[in-house]
């Protein structure tokens, strides 16, 4: 079966260029979650949506930051005017989640990997 | 502030050693779960540990979950150059929609 898949896997722009970034989640999965990982900060969450929904955005840095998700394949994670501090890897995830107390298990794509000069 | 800290940051080791991660936080979380990442992929799941006190063994690597659900430690027994990697704790936090918060990692280089 297909995992995550995350496209480009390596992007180089100019600061100013608009970046988008591109998610397929797996398949039947209902959660959908874009992290960012630095060495400076690690692994942190930017927004993450429920059946298509986005149901928390506060860990977006700042309005050049939006991502939409059109439908249940797809999502969409886009930087305009990107800065050389957007520069880190992009990890699209997903998982099966119930309602309340769940504990499922997050897939990770293998990321892509953004440098803004 | 990091809600999850993670010891020892870097760990450089020879093969057959055992080792011993820790993650600690002042927060009690719902669960925690440990992944490894390797180099250029993204983070996979190990283990998930939801009751305080619990004890959770695959293969070489015994997990423990804190009593009081707060912290949790990854012990290798025998470590393997195929050990190599990131290994990222992450408590689901009920305050944060009971997603899960990342710690800073620990690096482990087995050296054969």
């Known amino acids: 079966d297909a995992g995550v898949i995350q496209s480009p896997r390596h992007e180089v722009t100019e600061m100013g260029q608009e970046v988008t970034l591109r998610c397929k989640p797996i398949?039947?999965?209902?959660?959908l979650f874009w992290y960012r990982q630095t060495m400076m900060r690690g692994l942190e969450l930017l927004i993450y949506?429920?059946?298509?929904?986005?149901?928390?955005d506060s860990g977006m840095p700042e309005d050049r930051f939006s991502a939409k998700m059109p439908n249940a394949s797809f999502s969409t994670l886009k930087i305009q005017p990107s800065e050389p501090r957007d520069s880190a890897v992009y990890f699209c995830?997903?998982?099966?989640?119930?309602?309340?107390?769940?504990?499922?298990?997050?897939?990770f794509g293998e990321g892509s990997r953004l440098t803004v000069l | 502030t990091q809600l999850l800290e993670q010891s020892p940051q870097f760990l450089s080791i020879q093969e057959g050693e055992n080792l011993t991660v820790y993650c600690n936080s002042s927060?009690?979380?719902?669960?925690l779960q440990w992944y490894r990442q390797e180099p250029g992929e993204g983070p996979v799941l190990l283990v998930t540990v939801v009751t305080g006190g619990e004890v959770k063994k695959l293969k070489r690597l015994t997990f423990q979950f804190g009593d009081a659900r707060k912290d949790s430690s990854l012990h290798i027994t025998a470590a393997q150059p195929g050990d190599t990697g990131l290994y990222l704790c992450a408590g689901q936090l009920r305050a944060y929609g009971q997603n899960f918060v990342f710690g800073p990692g620990t690096r482990l280089s087995v050296l054969p």
């Open positions: 927060s009690v979380f719902s669960s």
């Open positions: 949506f429920n059946n298509n929904v986005p149901i928390d």
């Open positions: 398949s039947g999965h209902n959660s």
């Open positions: 995830a997903s998982s099966f989640r119930l309602a309340g107390r769940d504990t499922g298990e997050l897939f």
